[in-house]
């Protein structure tokens, strides 16, 4: 397995636009993660799916961001709009629900937004 | 709140030393606790995985030891190299709350040659 794809790898945009990221989760794999890395807040986790249902969206910072996940092998978070604050590094991790296993990540989306 | 801390924020040792990485959490109740790396610019890479029901796990030169009662974990490195340098960050699902991993802040590691 290629492990969990996140694209794309870079992004540079401007306040205002729509920004959107993707994700292919570890084929097999119940539940995915979307997590953001700044260097004031650390790792903080945005959303999470189970069996592509959203079951923790407490932490998505406001109504500009939105994530699905339309089938078991991809899935996206959208900014819109896209403001200055929102840049940083945005993760995608992916794990199995059998006896908590390890979690896996993407190699991260950086965002820029200027 | 649950929440996971992890000190030193940085170290720099010579190469050859052995060092502990120290992380602690406020709830016990834990399903589990997961060590990990970040290299500069890259993602995380999973080291050890420890599930509540055990005190430490090993790989290579690297343990891991859980005191889920005091709420502790160190994560061990031995005989450390240059190529260990990077961030080591320790995350802990927690039984209650948000059932994701919570993460600390991470120790960023300096191997001198």
């Known amino acids: 397995d290629a492990g969990v794809i996140q694209s794309p790898r870079h992004e540079v945009t401007e306040m205002g636009q729509e920004v959107t990221l993707r994700c292919k989760p570890i084929s097999g794999h119940d539940y995915l993660f979307w997590y953001r890395q700044t260097m004031m807040r650390g790792l903080e986790l945005l959303i999470y799916f189970n069996n592509n249902v959203p079951i923790d969206d407490s932490g998505m910072p406001e109504d500009r961001f939105s994530a699905k996940m339309p089938n078991a092998s991809f899935s996206t978070l959208k900014i819109q709009p896209s403001e200055p604050r929102d840049s940083a590094v945005y993760f995608c991790a992916s794990s199995s629900d059998r006896g908590f296993e390890k979690l896996f990540f993407g190699s991260g989306t950086q965002l820029s937004v200027l | 709140k649950q929440e996971v801390t992890q000190i030193p924020a940085a170290l720099s040792v010579p190469e050859g030393e052995n060092l502990v990485l120290n992380c602690s959490f406020t709830?016990?109740?834990?399903?589990?606790l997961q060590w990990f790396r970040q290299d500069p610019g890259k993602g995380l890479t999973s080291l050890l995985l420890?599930?509540?029901?055990?005190r430490e796990q090993t790989s290579g030169r690297l343990n891991a030891s859980l005191d889920k009662s005091s709420g502790r974990s160190t994560l061990y490195i031995a005989a450390s190299q240059p190529g260990d340098s990077a961030t080591y960050l320790c995350?802990?699902?927690?039984?209650?709350?948000?059932?994701?991993?919570?993460f600390g802040s991470g120790t960023r590691l300096q191997v001198q040659p």
């Open positions: 420890i599930q509540s029901s055990q």
């Open positions: 709830d016990s109740a834990i399903y589990n």
């Open positions: 995350a802990v699902r927690f039984v209650t709350g948000r059932r994701a991993l919570t």
